[in-house]
DNA sequence: CCAAAAGTGTTCACCGTACACCCATGA
DNA sequence: TCATGGGTGTACGGTGAACACTTTTGG
């Protein structure tokens, strides 16, 4: 059987479940990273993770480090990639199943720098300070991903609460593309793509006119197409 | 450290490479199987795969699995989808990280049913046997990736030969979306979009006039847009 | 009344789509 | 000459892109 391999092997095989988990901070897309408490890269920032519970499913074991690290609730969550060279990890053959996950822009966090305290916190992605491992990977593939589902799927909105103006919502494109979009086009655009409704009331922020809330017409779910 | 949990567990820990080899097999997608020669589900046909080995990498581990058995070279190969399920193989926890690969279209090949002996061989994707485990999903999902690729990417010359008719090319579109294309508009769209080139030569099948062959411009690579 | 952000329509170029006939070849 | 597949162009509607002014509010 070819699990003989590891007759011949003391090195030991580990899977674990990474997060990048992102969000929106200010006029930034943000991450949450933790600083390593142990070798290997001990002091590195790094990824959400953990080795995966012999009995625990991938995605539960990607949901309950999530869940450790945020107090986030029926969050988006996606399978990423599966990182596996072999020296990748000096603990052994380390395989990472990588997740992606978007938590909703929230003020709280929008203390740049750290928000969670000496030893976890949101950064943004253009300020990330040397990534353990090949983490700093795992985050490129994950942004490439977010990005490229901006137009064909309405994923988005779950950067944002439930209810959010389109300026809002304006802002989460524009922070992602990195690059200014026309306020006409894109309402007409997305009001249709996304399938938004209004939900009556409106935001009043400063002394301005206030912006009308808008909603999903279908909460709760994902709309894709192709 | 979180990988304890080992310790107080017996399940044994795998992880596999699976791969879902697709090719066109006269009007069909086609895909190869192996029967399954021990437990679990022996006798049921399986996508080719393996243990990986503690020191190989996983997309080596993928393509050694491929050229195990086909003759293919220079073959595409995409990771697709990370499947861990803790009861997804009785043999214990087994992770395994499929692959889909594309083979050229092969008149040898295109006697349907099985094309290499007892225990391997060809099928049709709509006339799959029973699936060892949970290999049926990882078909459907691989299916399901290459479809969604075709309108953004040139994907589909990997089914093809290195020169093709756009007859041939416009047949691989339309087996895999199920439906049939205009032929004018197909030509002008794919020319364009991916880069297509005449050769010069021409092919000569039967009583008819022969067709111009095409190549992709930039042999070896796979544009995606997106 | 002023500053600041919200909200709104039209024009144009391009692209995807629908659609039908002639051409070249070997038998 | 005939059967078979190869090859080609145009007209139309819809969509993405460019573009500027009025409205509403709190201070």
Redo the contacts with the bound molecule.
Sequence with gaps: MAMSSERYSQTPLFVRAEVVIFTILGDRLGLLLGKRGRPPDRGRWALPGGFVPIDEDLESSALRKLRENTVASGVYLEQLYTFGSPDRDPRGRVISVAYYALIPADPAKQTSGHGQGRDAGWFTIDGLPELALDHADIVAKARRRLVSKLDYSTIALQLLPKTF???ELQDVYEILLGAPL????F???VIAMAQLEETGG?R?D???????LYRHRFPGQVAFFR
Tied chains: 1, 2.
Excluded: C, I, V
Aim: no cysteine.
């Design positions: 103006t389109l300026r026309d306020k006409r086009n309402r007409k655009w409106e009043r400063g002394p301005h006119r206030p912006a009308k």
